[in-house]
C-alpha cells in the first residue's frame, strides 16, 4: 500500500536532485566563459531549475506527504523525518530564490551586466545540493 508513494517521492528526490546537479555545474561553467556564450549557459541553467528542478521538487515533496500520511500519525516520529522536512522546506525556498536570481542575472548578462546575480543564484543552488546530500544521507542510513 506504500510503495507507490514511495517510488513518487524517490522518483522526484532524484528528479530534483538530477536537476539540481545539472544546473549548478552549467552555472559554474558559466562563469568561465564570456560574452554571448556566458549568458547562453546561464539561460540553460536557469531553465534547467525553472522546467526540471521546481516541477520535480513538487514531485517529491508531494511524495513524501503521501508517504508520511500513510504511515506515520506524527507522535514520536523518527528523527530522519525531522531531517527531510528540514532540508526539504529549505530547499524549496533557495530553489525558488536561486532560479529568480539566475532569471535576473540572464536577463542582465545580455546588456553586458548582471553575472553577479547569476553567481549568487549558482552558490544557493550548490548549497541545496548540500542539503538534499544531507537529506540523502538521512534518509538512507535512518539515524534515530
Known amino acids: 500500500s506504500w510503495n507507490l508513494p514511495l517510488f513518487v517521492h524517490v522518483a ?12 549548478v555545474g552549467s ?3 558559466a562563469w568561465r566563459a564570456t560574452g554571448e556564450e ?5 539561460r540553460f541553467g536557469f531553465r ?27 507522535d514520536n516520529d523518527p528523527g530522519w523525518i525531522g531531517i527531510g522536512y528540514g532540508t526539504a522546506d529549505l530547499g524549496g525556498i533557495l530553489i525558488v530564490i536561486a532560479t529568480i536570481l ?16 547569476a553567481k549568487a543564484g549558482t552558490v544557493l543552488a550548490t548549497l541545496v545540493v548540500a542539503l538534499y546530500v544531507i537529506a540523502i544521507w538521512a534518509m538512507t542510513t535512518k539515524p534515530s
Open 27 to 29: 552555472l559554474i561553467l
Open 38 to 42: 556566458r549568458a547562453a549557459i546561464t
Open 48 to 74: 534547467t531549475l525553472l522546467y526540471a528542478g521546481i516541477p520535480a521538487y513538487f514531485v517529491m515533496r508531494i511524495g513524501a506527504e503521501w508517504i508520511y500520511s500513510k504511515e506515520y500519525s506524527g
Open 102 to 117: 539566475t532569471w535576473l542575472g540572464a536577463r542582465r548578462l545580455r546588456s553586458g551586466g548582471g553575472g553577479g546575480l
Open 12 to 23: 522526484g528526490a532524484m528528479a530534483v536532485t538530477a536537476a539540481l546537479v545539472t544546473a
